[in-house]
């Protein structure tokens, strides 16, 4: 019996995690994100919150189900994962590309594990599939972002209005 590559990525899942965790931190030294969530949901509220997020998201994609009657939509699940991490991006000031990114390094990360042999051509099948159904997730969290930035963008006019106390449109 041949391995799938689901099969492979769970065997490989830490790593894939943990490098995928990285790259959600981004590089920055003050990053709330890069602490690890080691001491638990309190003494790290953010680095917890991505890590159990990135890795239901990513356990989503090992189950290979099919998101169903519209290919770019994203299940609830992973969507409500996804969401978490989107909330937490959307706050920094970074660009939505640069914001974002992360779900692209997640085929970078993928194809590296993959890689340690034969193994991207065995699967090169399994792995477009697989990297369609990231694409679908990109789709999802630029989708996520716009609503973020669009929440944060009404509580800043509706604190205007309040601290100048006009009820202006």
């Known amino acids: ?7 492979e990525l769970q065997a490989k899942k830490t790593n894939i995690i943990n490098r995928w965790r990285r790259a959600i931190a981004g590089p920055s030294e003050t990053n709330p994100f ?11 509220p953010a680095a917890y919150a ?4 990135a890795t239901a998201v990513f356990h989503w994609l090992l ?17 409500q994962s996804l ?6 991006k959307a706050v920094q000031a970074l660009r939505p590309g640069e914001a974002l990114a992360f779900i692209f390094e997640l085929k970078d990360i993928i194809s590296a594990e993959l890689t340690g042999g034969d193994g991207a051509m065995i699967w090169a099948a399994e792995l477009r599939k ?6 679908g997730i990109m789709l999802t969290a630029f989708e996520l972002y716009a609503d973020q930035r669009q929440r ?9 209005k309040r601290l100048y106390r006009r009820d202006a449109v």
Not at 152 to 160: L, S
């Open 34 to 44: 890069t602490g690890g969530a080691g001491g638990g949901r309190f003494a790290n």
């Open 152 to 160: 944060i963008a009404d509580i800043r006019v509706a604190e205007m």
């Open 63 to 79: 189950t290979g189900e099919d998101p169903g009657e519209n290919p770019g939509e994203t299940p609830a699940e992973p969507r």
């Open 130 to 135: 697989l990297e369609r159904r990231i694409d």
């Open 83 to 88: 969401s978490e991490i989107i909330q937490l």
């Open 1 to 7: 019996m041949q391995l799938t590559i689901y099969d």
């Open 50 to 53: 991505v890590e159990q997020a």
